[in-house]
């Protein structure tokens, strides 16, 4: 019976999670972006720095009326917000946030292929709403959303699999446990350092995963008036925007578990560990988001040929031959054994 | 009550079978948040339908022709090249967690593996599928 309770906490710490992740990230956005361009940002929301705008943002966007146009496929429509924001809670399920069985959501033994594959249904979110909406404009943006997500898909899982190879196993408790036990000449590092190409590999393609700049070519504002979510209004527009972030947060925790060690730090003491953990794990995840926020604010946008050349000519080759290298160091030195 | 039964066991089969209906619980409960966030948002909001309201946005202007537009052929090729080399991510994946065990006659047969697919992209390539005119 108290495996039912645990498994009803954790479903409801997840449920109350991922909004605040999505809000907490949004602000992040909102504030960095504005500073890096010599502004303030929202300032007036809650007195304090602006902290509120987003949930003052979030209760309009309730209040507002729930417009499909007639022309659009009603029941498509209305599915593909919910079933994008229901791909990035999936992902969410996975992350490890601390040692100890307490601390998991739960612990998968295909964690890593899991989070790939449920993290891929968003695409199908996006394209029907690109389809369903009776707009040349979204139909555009989501054959161009779904053309990027799926060249990007591939470089993401093929510089997934040579983490998988390195550590020996799928699940994500594993791959930490693999990098708490690994070192090269005696310093302990995370998988970052051996697997640097993955890692840069795997942070690009998921800026491409999210259609944020310089990849969001499928929203592109100036051109498609963004894309697949110009029909949408009020609370079918906000899950869209909640799956944007909750999605980039999932991403960089996983990103963060998988290259950074995740909830593990070098010398924490075991007594201690289950409490630094979740700190670690929400630190390098931030230390990831903050980055991806970077890139938006500094490069511009790629064209659509510029970025489908970039995924099959760049990233799948140097993928596909980092997975040839990890696999023949894994088998014939010994030193990365591990 | 068996299911409870698979659930209190620790390892094997039944810890396995539960991880699995967890996940399956995570779903529903995120279906049910996003109904009742969706059922919530009914009472609050207006409904005041007219017909111009209905019509479809686009960029602010009458759309017109409808909703049909010429697009890239390249969509296509893009999505079929996707299909082999997702396919393949598929076969690679219980690879690399066996690697190890498997050693260097596993490692031979991959390179064989992957080098037949890195042929089709070479070959598609070569054939100017990833270059837009």
Known sequence: MTIWIEVAVKTLALLLMIPLAALALGYSELKIMAHMQSRVGPMEAGKFHGWAQLIADGLKFIQKEDVIPEAADRSVFALAPVLSLISAFLVFAVVPFGSGQRFWFFNLDIGLFYALAVSAISVLGVLMAGWSSANKYSLMGGLRAAAQLMAYELPLVLAAVAVVIQAGTMSLVGIVEAQANFSILGIPVPYVVPQFAGFVIFVIASVAELSRTPFDMPMAESELITGPLTEYTGFRFLFFFMAEYAGMFALSAIAATIYLGGYWLPGVPDNIAPAVGPVALVAKTGLIAFFLIWIRSTYPRLREDQLQKFAWKVLIPISLVNILVTSIAVVFVSDVQG | ?133
């Open chain 2, 1 to 133: 009550m068996r299911v409870g039964r698979w659930f209190a066991k620790g390892d094997g089969l039944p810890s396995y079978f539960s991880q699995y209906i967890t996940v399956a619980l995570i779903g529903l409960a995120a279906i049910g948040m996003v109904g009742f966030m969706l059922g919530a948002g009914r009472i609050i909001r207006p409904s005041n339908p007219s017909a111009d309201k209905s019509l479809t946005y686009e960029c602010g202007v009458d759309p017109i022709d409808g909703n049909w537009a010429q697009t890239n052929i390249r969509y296509y090729l893009f999505a079929l090249l996707f299909v082999v080399f997702d396919v393949e991510a598929v076969f690679v994946y219980p690879w690399a967690t066996m690697m190890r065990s498997l050693g260097k006659s596993g490692l031979v047969e991959m390179i064989v593996f992957i080098g037949i697919l890195a042929m089709a992209l070479l070959y598609a390539w070569k054939k100017g599928i990833l270059a837009w005119d």
